[in-house]
């Protein structure tokens, strides 16, 4: 049997304020539910080639690695032409690393206040320029909205980079859906294809000092790429 190997990355996400910044991830694993393919950017009638879940750290694997097998391509009907690929996860992510947000001032993943949908984790703060290595944490991509006390922290999905389109809170609450362009056009044949996606996740973990230099985090958008190959 032919299996779909995924070079998991992901996803996607915008969060503006004056002193936000973003900074590597050490460790961000995400949780896939469903990968389908699709003939367009709608994705109006997609063809589902995994399904279940499967936790991947991609901050783990270099750019082009095979991620592991989540699925199996066999079958795709002859002749088809795949344009764009949908992806399911869960919102929840566990994230670790540390930014360096201006000056001698980082902020650092802990293992307390973890994020939720209407709340960003808050780090640890360092302002003697040195990081407190950060630890293991649940990052979530909370509801649009302002966060912090100030509300100096906007969390907005609306014009993903990488993304053609994101929808959080969908198909479900805890779960988010994207749309990628494939990086060019696959028509399938009697071999089945595998499924890679390169990503970068120097620019994953977001990072902002509001209210009286507390450490707001979240999850930040890696750069995606994704093609079928035989």
């Not at 995400?30 to 991947?56: F, H, I, N, W």
Request: aromatic share 10%.
């Amino acid at each position: 049997m032919y299996k779909i190997f995924l070079y998991w990355f992901l996803f996607m996400f915008f969060s503006f304020q004056a002193l936000a910044v973003s900074g590597n991830a050490d460790k961000y694993e995400v949780t896939m539910k469903k990968v389908e393919l699709c003939t367009s950017s709608a994705c109006s009638s997609p063809t589902t080639v995994a399904s279940g879940s499967q936790a991947v750290n991609i901050a783990s694997l270099s750019a082009g690695a095979e991620a592991g097998a989540f699925g199996s391509t066999t079958g795709l009907p002859i002749g088809t032409t795949y344009t764009h690929l949908r992806v399911t996860l869960n919102r929840a992510m566990t994230i670790e690393g540390e930014v360096n947000v201006s000056g001698n001032n980082w902020c650092s993943t802990d293992s307390a206040d973890a994020g939720s949908a209407t709340a960003l984790h808050v780090g640890t703060l360092d302002t003697d320029g040195t990081a407190t290595d950060g630890t293991d944490q649940t990052l979530y991509l909370a509801d649009a909205d302002d966060y912090a006390t100030d509300e100096t922290i906007t969390i907005s999905y609306g014009s993903p980079s990488y993304a053609v389109s994101m929808s959080v809170g969908s198909p479900s609450a805890s779960e988010v859906q994207l749309i990628y362009e494939l990086s060019s056009a696959y028509i399938s044949g009697v071999v089945a294809p595998k499924i890679k996606v390169s990503f970068d996740v120097s620019a994953a973990l977001g990072a902002g000092i509001a209210d009286t230099n507390v450490c707001y985090m979240w999850p930040e958008e890696p750069v995606v790429t994704i093609s079928l190959t035989e």
